[in-house]
């Protein structure tokens, strides 16, 4: 098993970068391929972006392509979300998430609890 803890949420105004951090325990964090989901109150959650354990690219929401970026540092057992060019869309709670498989798109055992980021006009 592994346990995630989200950091770096905030509010900021609309046009300026956060980043996110996600610290991993409990388990060895290179097996794992992790994600960050987004949830406004009322709909889905969403996947905005992740990274297999394979590392690469990784693979985005088409709403965050070209702002956000997810990075690993295996060695730190954490995931980064750094977010660029916020509008007021992207204002929702953020959560981490782990899965134990390749697939990015896959279901994901293992979440945070989230970290609000709010993006103010």
């Known amino acids: 098993q592994v346990q995630l803890v989200e950091s770096g949420g905030g509010l900021v105004q609309a046009g300026d970068s956060l980043r996110l951090s996600c610290a991993a325990s409990g388990d060895t964090f290179s097996r794992y391929t992790m994600a960050w989901f987004r949830q406004i109150p009322g709909k889905e959650r969403e996947l905005v972006g992740g990274l297999s354990w394979k590392g690469g690219s990784g693979v985005y929401a088409d709403s965050v392509k070209g702002r956000f970026t997810i990075s690993r540092d295996n060695a730190k057992n954490t995931v980064y979300l750094q977010m660029n060019s916020l509008k007021l869309e992207d204002t929702a709670a953020y959560y981490c998430?782990?899965?134990?498989?390749?697939?990015?798109?896959?279901?994901?055992?293992?979440w945070g609890r989230g970290t609000q980021v709010t993006v103010s006009a």
């Open positions: 998430a782990a899965r134990d498989g390749i697939d990015i798109r896959g279901v994901y055992d293992y």
